[in-house]
């Protein structure tokens, strides 16, 4: 049974860094493409960034500079480093994982909450 679980969610102040953590079983996680997204309620789901098996990073340009996608293939580790965050950031935030080729994430985790607010 593949899962994702997110972790690492919460309140922090504009300006101020996050990082999100998503633990990653049941599937060969070395070649699955490993995004994070995050939705507003009322808005559609975003992707964020993404991270190939072999560590090839891509951005959305709302988060190009101040995120930093990463992960550690011995952990099934999956990273979200956030900063300079700013009040528009407030959203769930989502861990999601593909077959690396395929553009379907048909694995998602549950989902933390990060709230930008002073």
């Known amino acids: 049974q593949v899962q994702l679980v997110e972790s690492g969610g919460g309140l922090v102040q504009p300006g101020g860094s996050l990082t999100l953590s998503c633990a990653v079983s049941?599937?060969?996680?070395?070649?699955?493409?490993l995004g994070w997204h995050r939705q507003v309620p009322g808005k559609q789901r975003e992707l964020l960034a993404a991270?190939?098996?072999?560590?090839?990073?891509n951005y959305a340009d709302s988060v190009k500079g101040r995120f930093t996608i990463s992960r550690d293939n011995a952990k099934n580790m999956a990273y979200l480093q956030m900063n300079s965050l700013k009040p528009e950031d407030t959203a769930v935030y989502y861990c999601?994982?593909?077959?690396?080729?395929?553009?379907?994430?048909?694995?998602w985790g549950q989902g933390t909450q990060v709230t930008v607010s002073s």
């Open positions: 049941g599937l060969t996680f070395s070649i699955h493409t």
């Open positions: 999601a994982a593909r077959r690396t080729g395929i553009n379907v994430y048909p694995y």
């Open positions: 991270i190939t098996g072999v560590g090839t990073p």
